[in-house]
């Protein structure tokens, strides 16, 4: 579960009280995510999702994140609006256990999660992933990604001679760091990215969007890249042995629907796959290793996406064949 801090009830009122949103009626804890800790509020005048930051976001980046939130919504993109509070600030700075931590008040947007998704769905969040990297365009702030090719190393040093701990085949992975980080292709057209668009961070209603998610990876990046990342995310069972051809293909037709891809984003495809499953097995992996015993968190299996790795290692260009 993810609710990592309390906040008090009195203390909640008092900071809902500061925004301008009617009184609190109720707060509860949401088990979703692993990163942050959220509850669905409820005031006299709606819903609204509350997020503390913790030790993965940086408070320095939460402008570009919450400004980002702001820019995409104005463009009519499905993204969540951030409440700004009375002084017109857009986040807010708790002691919590003499501990600072930010919070930010937004948008509740309706729609579920897809647990297992449809060619239909992922149609659908490829159109809107290509509307999000147009309209990012003109958003001016600029964030490099804390999670691209640097920081795998820096994950894989920290794991180094524990793999075994998770899973012996896991040994592989500086291997295929050092092959995918050389292979790592430069100027492809770029864009703000999302970067973590699983289908979690996806809200559907109705068969179409009503909610893109979770923006804490966004960043300066190669828009194919995080194309790549979706289909990683959405194209496989959950363990990561079967692709479904028909989501992939679905996915990338409708991203082409709004967006079509340069023939050198195409040709890039195959190992910008390998380096979006080679990013979340070393992620998680780290967290698996890491995770303190006491945290109210289940931790996700880096094999899921050592898996993916593997599949696209040997798939090569036939999956991405247009
Ligand atoms: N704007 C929103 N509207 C509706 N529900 C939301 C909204 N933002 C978050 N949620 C709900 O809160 C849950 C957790 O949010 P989120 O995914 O941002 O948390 P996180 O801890 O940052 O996630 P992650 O595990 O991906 O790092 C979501 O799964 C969703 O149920
Ligand atoms: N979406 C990530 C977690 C948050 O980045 C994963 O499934 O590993």
């Not at 959950?238 to 991203?255: E, I, K, W």
């Amino acid at each position: 579960m993810a609710v990592y801090t309390r906040i008090g009830a009195e203390e909640m009122a008092a900071l809902i009280d500061s925004f301008d949103v009617g009184a609190l009626v109720s707060a509860k804890g949401i088990a979703e995510g692993v990163s942050n800790s959220n509850w669905l509020v409820e005031t006299q005048r709606g819903r609204f999702i509350l997020t503390m930051y913790e030790e993965r976001t940086d408070v320095a980046d939460l402008p570009f994140f919450l400004g980002l939130l702001d820019h995409l919504a104005a463009a009519g993109c499905p993204v969540p609006a951030t409440i700004h509070d009375r002084t017109g600030a857009a986040f807010q700075t708790l002691s919590c256990k003499g501990r600072d931590k930010a919070v930010a008040l937004i948008e509740f947007l309706p729609g579920v999660s897809a647990d297992r998704p449809t060619a239909a769905q992922a149609h659908a969040v490829g159109s809107a992933l290509a509307g999000v990297h147009l309209s990012a365009l003109a958003f001016a702030m600029r964030r490099t990604d804390a999670m691209g090719p640097a920081a795998w190393l820096r994950f894989a040093t920290s794991c180094a001679g524990r793999w075994q701990e998770i899973d012996a085949r896991l040994s592989a992975i500086p291997d295929h760091l050092a092959r995918i980080a050389a292979q790592w292709p430069a100027d492809l057209p770029s864009s703000v990215i999302h970067a973590d668009l699983f289908p979690d961070n996806v809200l559907l209603l109705d068969g179409r969007v009503s909610g893109l998610i979770d923006f804490y990876f966004a960043c300066n990046g190669p828009m194919a890249y995080d194309l790549a990342v979706t289909h990683a995310a959405w194209s496989f069972d959950s363990q990561g042995r079967a692709f479904d051809a028909a989501l992939g293909d679905a996915l990338l037709n409708g991203y082409e629907t709004v967006r079509p891809l340069a023939a050198s984003e195409r040709a890039a495809l195959p190992v910008l796959a390998q380096a979006a499953s080679l990013r979340f097995a070393l992620t998680r992996a780290y967290d698996w290793l890491n995770t303190p015993p006491d945290a109210l968190v289940t931790r996700k299996n880096p094999v899921e996406f050592f898996n993916r790795l593997e599949f696209y290692a040997r798939s090569g260009a036939a999956v991405f064949a247009p």
